[in-house]
């Protein structure tokens, strides 16, 4: 038998993996944020605040996003620290970093 995820409430169990995503095979499988509540909105920046990717309106049942380590552009993210930022769709939000290293 098989699980169903439950979609989850709240932002306190969001988190990501790997951390740090370190060569090329990790960077390949990107990184996972998951416990998502269904509605969450995601952005990730880099160092200099400069908007790198966004996800929006996540509408899964997983609750679970993947970001490719790309920037919107589709180039390879730099090595360095992300912040990603996580909105509920209720005003809240949660702040969690990322280390990529190529």
Same mark, same amino acid.
């Given at each position: 038998?098989? /699980?169903? &995820?439950? &979609?989850?409430?709240? #932002?306190?169990?969001?988190? $990501?993996? &790997?951390? &740090? /995503?370190?060569?090329?095979?990790? #960077?390949?499988?990107?990184?996972? @944020?998951?416990? $998502?509540? @269904?509605?969450?909105? @995601?952005? +990730?920046?880099?160092?200099?605040?400069?908007?790198? %990717?966004?996800?929006?309106?996540?509408?899964?049942?997983? !609750?679970?996003?993947?970001?490719?380590? %790309?920037?919107? /552009?589709?180039?390879?993210?730099?090595?360095?620290?992300?912040?990603?930022?996580?909105?509920? !769709?209720?005003?809240? %939000?949660? +702040?969690?970093?990322? /280390?990529?290293? %190529?």
């Amino acid at each position: 038998m098989t /699980a169903t &995820p439950t &979609p989850v409430l709240g #932002l306190s169990g969001v988190h $990501l993996f &790997p951390n &740090p /995503a370190v060569g090329g095979e990790a #960077l390949s499988k990107g990184v996972t @944020i998951n416990h $998502l509540p @269904i509605g969450a909105t @995601i952005d +990730i920046y880099d160092l200099a605040l400069e908007k790198v %990717r966004s996800f929006t309106a996540v509408d899964t049942s997983s !609750g679970t996003v993947k970001w490719d380590c %790309r920037n919107t /552009a589709g180039e390879n993210a730099a090595s360095g620290v992300y912040f990603v930022v996580v909105y509920d !769709g209720n005003g809240n %939000r949660k +702040i969690l970093k990322a /280390a990529l290293v %190529r």
